[in-house]
């Protein structure tokens, strides 16, 4: 499976965590999700919303492993503090690459990476995905390469 594949993907997704195996290296790791198939009524104060389905890992399928050779920047927001941005341009679902956004922007701005990569490197691209709780976001010259992990029983 390549990054590609993942922009395909429907459903949620459950960002579990990162870590940085080497120096500027980025490993994310992510669970599939899918909602749990009995219907329960959930109550809000006063309010009874029925039939209402939880949204849950999926722990027949493998845990989704993305390594960044390196990176440029890369952020974690609580995904309650965004909002939708028209000015945004991207292809992909949870999974997506930006051809145009305020992060691009604002790392064109605020760093050096147009001087540093120019013509040497491969051109930077915006990695966003969206996952349940949070939204990632990552800067860099290398495409990840997609691990699936899977879980011993």
């Not at 459950?14 to 992510?30: A, I, K, M, S, V």
């Not at 999700?33 to 009874?48: N, Q, S």
């Not at 952020?75 to 341009?89: A, I």
């Not at 930077?124 to 290398?142: A, E, K, Q």
């Amino acid at each position: 499976m390549d990054y590609h594949s993942l922009m395909n993907l429907n459903g949620y997704i459950e960002f579990c965590g990162l870590t940085e195996p080497e120096t500027n290296c980025l490993r994310l790791y992510f669970a599939r999700c899918k909602t749990e198939e009995t219907a329960e009524d959930l109550i809000i104060g006063d309010t009874v919303i029925k039939n209402t389905y939880s949204i849950i890992i999926d722990k027949d399928l493998p845990i989704l492993q993305l390594d960044f050779e390196s990176y440029i920047a890369y952020s974690v927001t609580n995904e309650s503090f965004t909002s939708w941005d028209e000015y945004e341009q991207f292809e992909g679902k949870a999974f997506m690459i930006y051809t145009k956004s305020r992060y691009l922007d604002f790392i064109k701005e605020h760093t050096l990476a147009d001087q540093i990569c120019g013509d040497v490197y491969p051109p930077f691209r915006h990695y966003g995905i969206v996952c349940l709780n949070h939204i990632i976001d990552i800067v860099s010259i290398d495409t990840p390469k997609v691990t699936e992990i899977y879980k011993e029983l």
